[in-house]
């Protein structure tokens, strides 16, 4: 990330994950860290929003894998997925290797969720 954004302004920042979708970016200089905020070509592209300082975060989207088993093999397919996942959540990358698989009887999904209770059924 921080090479990222180091294509669009001079300096490098220091970035820490803090937990979800949220990242900490910081610059040795407030300066520099407004003129990456100001211009949105700086960052629209890799981001979705940025702020300026500490702020709270009301809405925490995060990753999380869900199994989904016992499926009949006569809907074991892309849309069939997207259709059980998206409406609630949105699936975080393409369903892979369908074809190649050999156990059909589950398969694994990576969706973005901000939901902060355990997700059954």
């Known amino acids: 990330m921080p090479t990222l954004i180091s ?3 001079e300096h490098r920042p220091s970035v820490k994950y803090l ?3 949220l990242a900490l970016i910081s610059f040795d200089s407030t300066v520099v860290a407004r003129e990456l905020l100001e211009n949105e070509r700086n960052w629209k592209d890799t981001f979705k929003w940025m702020k300026m300082g500490f702020t709270e975060v009301t809405k925490f989207e995060h990753v ?3 199994r ?3 499926l009949s093999l006569r809907i074991w397919n892309n849309s069939n997925f997207s259709a059980i996942v998206g409406k609630i959540r949105k699936i975080m990358g ?3 290797h369908i074809t190649n698989r050999v156990d059909l009887s589950v398969v694994k999904l990576a969706i973005l969720t ?3 209770t355990k997700l059954n059924d």
Request: hydrophobic share 50%.
């Open 114 to 116: 901000d939901k902060l």
């Open 7 to 9: 294509i669009h302004i």
């Open 68 to 70: 989904i088993v016992g």
């Open 64 to 66: 999380t894998w869900i």
């Open 19 to 21: 937990g979800g979708m």
């Open 94 to 96: 393409p369903i892979d």
